[in-house]
């Protein structure tokens, strides 16, 4: 499974149900180029129970002025349609499972 690719006219129907990981990112961004790949493996193993998506600012600055994201890699935790936990820069894969097995364990127990 890929992440979602999102623009600004699809963002708010697609983070709308559940939780969705939403990767602020741009092409000339080296430590985005770096985490892309973890991004992937997490669309995969998290498949059904996080939906992860990515938006890229430069073609979409309407959303990332809207979240005030300032810096790039900013990936937001989004709980059916609200930003609930961020992270800014690049992180170990740990650190990204972390915060999605912490959200996803608290819907499950819900």
Known sequence: MKPVELTDSTFKD???????????????????????????????????????????????????????????????LFKDGQPVEGVVGAQPKRAFEALLDKHSAEIASA
Do not use: H
């Open 14 to 76: 697609e983070i709308g149900q559940g939780l969705t990981l939403v990767d602020f990112w741009a092409p000339w961004c080296g430590p985005c180029r770096i985490i892309a790949p973890v991004i992937e493996e997490l669309a995969s193993q998290y498949e059904g129970r996080v939906k992860i998506a990515k938006l890229n600012v430069d073609e979409n600055p309407v959303t990332q002025g809207q979240y005030r994201v300032m810096s790039i890699p900013t990936l937001i």
